[in-house]
């Protein structure tokens, strides 16, 4: 069974940067694609962007060039680099992996920007 854990978050002033990580459990898994979502208070959870499986990268319009998704050479971490941070940009951060026919969501990470 495939576990992630989100890692990273926390309290940074607007301007600043933070570097998400997402980590998957289970010997053999590896991250052909991953996305990452966002969910503030009282909001719908957003995708922020996304690294498919052939490696092309999309994001949302709200985090263009501020915003970077990656993954290591083992594909077994994915990371999303935020730069640049706004006020807005607090919410809790998940990953999302594809597993088989499905997907596997991770606990969360709450970042919040202060202005």
């Known amino acids: 069974q495939v576990q992630l854990v989100e890692s990273g978050g926390g309290l940074v002033q607007a301007g600043g940067s933070l570097r998400l990580s997402c980590a998957a459990s289970g010997s053999t898994f590896v991250m052909n694609s991953a996305a990452w979502y966002r969910q503030a208070p009282g909001k719908q959870r957003e995708l922020v962007g996304s690294?498919?499986?052939?490696?092309?990268?999309i994001y949302a319009d709200s985090v263009k060039g501020r915003f970077t998704i990656s993954r290591d050479g083992t594909k077994r971490m994915a990371y999303l680099q935020m730069d640049s941070l706004k006020p807005e940009d607090t919410a809790v951060y998940y990953c999302?992996?594809?597993?088989?026919?499905?997907?596997?969501w991770g606990q969360g990470t709450q970042v919040t920007v202060s202005s």
């Open positions: 999302r992996v594809r597993v088989g026919v499905g997907y596997t």
């Open positions: 690294l498919t499986s052939g490696g092309t990268l």
